[in-house]
């Protein structure tokens, strides 16, 4: 069961975007989810994480004052609020579940990933 991100596209610098993360057939609620990014030619990077609870968040150097990572309770999607983008957020980002039990950092730290999502900051 992978899960699926949404919400990309493209945007001016200083603009912003709300991605979702939803997953089919399995509920998130007991997980914590992770946002991560891929730019072109680049390794895959933390971006975000929050708790099962959503009580904790946890955020990259390069997002924290800009990005909002949330959960609604009782909905199995998880946001991720970017605002003030830069040309440098451009790539595609991913969500997925937590592997541990704790909401880690490390690619390592996490499954069913899905495809992407585009995000495109132009200059």
């Known amino acids: 069961v992978q899960l699926q991100a949404y919400g990309g596209g493209l945007v001016q610098t200083g603009g912003s975007l709300r991605l979702s993360c939803t997953a089919s057939?399995?509920?998130?609620?007991?997980?914590?989810v992770g946002w991560f990014r891929q730019a072109p030619g680049k390794e895959r990077e933390f971006v975000a994480t929050?708790?099962?609870?959503?009580?904790?968040?946890y955020y990259a150097d390069s997002v924290k004052g800009r990005f909002t990572i949330s959960r609604e309770k009782g909905k199995n999607t998880v946001y991720l609020q970017m605002n003030s983008l830069k040309p440098e957020d451009t790539a595609v980002y991913y969500c997925?579940?937590?592997?541990?039990?704790?909401?880690?950092?490390?690619?390592?730290?996490?499954?069913?990933w899905g495809q992407g999502t585009l995000v495109t900051v132009s200059s």
């Open positions: 929050i708790s099962w609870s959503g009580d904790s968040t």
């Open positions: 997925a579940a937590s592997i541990r039990s704790y909401a880690g950092t490390r690619t390592t730290d996490f499954g069913s």
């Open positions: 057939r399995r509920t998130l609620s007991n997980n914590a």
